[in-house]
C-alpha cells in the first residue's frame, strides 16, 4: 500500500515568488495520477518537492503515511523520469540499466546475481533485450526513453515520478510511448505521477488528473468528470476548449468534399 499526500502544502523562493498554494491532494495506492497545467503552474516544483529535489516551504507531504519533509531524495524510495534521458553515453545499456544498483550500500546493497536478475526483467518488460550492449548513440529516441524509464523501475521504486518525459520525441514515438507508459503501469502497479502540460496525453494516461493554475490546484478527478464538468473558467477553456479545438480540427480535415464545398 503506497499512497502519497500533500497537506497544505507551500513553496515559496526567497524572491517572494509562491510556486505553489496550500495544495491538499491525495495520490492512490497503484494510481496514475497527471499533474497537468500551463507552463509556470507549479506542478514541476510540486514534484520536486514529493522528490526531495526542493524544500517544502510550508505543509506536509507523506508517503504510505510517513512524513518525508526532512528526508534526503535517496531515502524516499522514489524513481524518477525527466524530459532528459540523462544516459551515461561511455556506458552499455545493461551499465546504464544497473547503475542505480551497483551503487546501492549498506543493507540495500543487492549482489551480482541479484542484479543481473533485475535488469533481464526490466530489459524484456521494455523490449531492449537485443540492445543491453549497445551503447546510447546506437538506440533510437525512443529506445533511450525506454532505458531512462527503466532505470528508474529495476530499482522497484515506491512511487514512479514522470517530469515531462516525451516532450523530446516525435509525434509518433510520443503516441507509441504513451501506450508503453500505461501498459507498464497496468503490468507493474506501481504508483505513478506524472506532469504535463498536454491535455490529450493527461486525458489518455491518467485514472486522476490534478490541474493547476498559478500554483493552486483548481480541479482534481478522472478525466471524463473534468471534461464534462469543469470546475471553473481556467479548466474549461485550458481542457474543455483545447478538446473541442482539437475535435473540430479534426472533422474538418475528414469531412467528404461535398460537404466542404456546400
Same mark, same amino acid.
Given at each position: 500500500m503506497v499512497s502519497v499526500e500533500f497537506e497544505q502544502v507551500n513553496k515559496q523562493y526567497e524572491d517572494g515568488f509562491q510556486a505553489v498554494q496550500n495544495l491538499t491532494l491525495d495520490i492512490k495506492d497503484k494510481e496514475f495520477l497527471v499533474l497537468?497545467? /500551463? #507552463?509556470?503552474?507549479?506542478?514541476?516544483?510540486?514534484?520536486?518537492?514529493?522528490?526531495?529535489?526542493? @524544500?517544502?516551504?510550508?505543509?506536509?507531504?507523506?508517503? @504510505?503515511?510517513?512524513?518525508?519533509?526532512?528526508? /534526503?531524495?535517496?531515502?524516499?524510495?522514489?524513481?524518477?523520469?525527466?524530459? #532528459?534521458?540523462?544516459?551515461? /553515453?561511455?556506458? #552499455?545499456?545493461?551499465?546504464?540499466? $544497473?547503475?542505480?544498483?551497483?551503487?546501492?550500500?549498506?543493507? @540495500?546493497?543487492? @549482489?551480482?546475481?541479484?542484479? $543481473?536478475?533485475?535488469?533481464k526483467e526490466i530489459a524484456q518488460l521494455l523490449e531492449l533485450d537485443d540492445h543491453l550492449d549497445k551503447k546510447p548513440k546506437e538506440l533510437s529516441g525512443g529506445q533511450r526513453q525506454r532505458v531512462a524509464l527503466g532505470r528508474a523501475l529495476v530499482r522497484r521504486p515506491k512511487v514512479l515520478l514522470m517530469d515531462e518525459p516525451l516532450s523530446n520525441l516525435d509525434a509518433e514515438l510520443r503516441h507509441q510511448m504513451r501506450n508503453e507508459i500505461r501498459r507498464l503501469h497496468d503490468e507493474l502497479g506501481t504508483t505513478t505521477i506524472y506532469v504535463t502540460h498536454d491535455q490529450i496525453e493527461a486525458m489518455t494516461l491518467a485514472d486522476r488528473i490534478a490541474i493547476l493554475d498559478k500554483g493552486e490546484l483548481q480541479q482534481h478527478c478522472a478525466p471524463m468528470e473534468a471534461y464534462h464538468n469543469p470546475a471553473n473558467d481556467f479548466v474549461r477553456s485550458f481542457l474543455c476548449k483545447h478538446i473541442d479545438d482539437l475535435v473540430d480540427t479534426a472533422n474538418a480535415l475528414f469531412k467528404k468534399p461535398e460537404e466542404v464545398n456546400e
Open positions: 497537468l497545467g /500551463p #507552463s509556470g503552474c507549479g506542478k514541476s516544483t510540486t514534484l520536486r518537492m514529493l522528490a526531495g529535489l526542493e @524544500d517544502v516551504t510550508g505543509g506536509n507531504i507523506r508517503i @504510505d503515511g510517513m512524513k518525508v519533509n526532512h528526508l /534526503p531524495a535517496g531515502a524516499r524510495g522514489l524513481g524518477m523520469v525527466f524530459q #532528459s534521458y540523462a544516459l551515461y /553515453p561511455h556506458m #552499455s545499456i545493461h551499465d546504464n540499466l $544497473s547503475f542505480g544498483l551497483r551503487m546501492m550500500k549498506g543493507t @540495500d546493497k543487492l @549482489d551480482g546475481n541479484e542484479i $543481473s536478475k533485475r535488469v
